[in-house]
């Protein structure tokens, strides 16, 4: 997904803290460092609900941050939030 930020340039970028190939910290570090021209919204999702991780996703540049299991109403009206 990184790669193709630049070339598609989302609205949105929907992400977990826990993925296969890096952390969503590792991913927002990206995201700070190679893309700081990138305009869209970053939703982070986690099934860890813990204040710590909510604040520091949050400190790295999330627009929001949502605990796991998504409720589906909730999201939608989130996403819609982000992306007036």
Excluded: C, W
Excluded at 37 to 42: M, T
């Amino acid at each position: 997904g990184l790669e193709k930020i630049k070339e598609i340039q989302p609205d949105l970028i929907i992400l977990d803290l826990m993925m296969r190939q890096m952390t969503g910290y590792d991913f927002l570090n990206h995201l700070n460092k190679f893309h700081k021209d990138y305009k869209g919204k970053v939703l982070v999702g986690s099934g860890k609900q813990f204040v710590k991780d909510r604040l520091r996703s949050l400190k790295m540049g999330a627009d929001d941050f949502m605990d796991k299991p998504y409720n589906s109403k909730e999201l939608i009206l989130r996403v819609e939030k982000l992306l007036k």
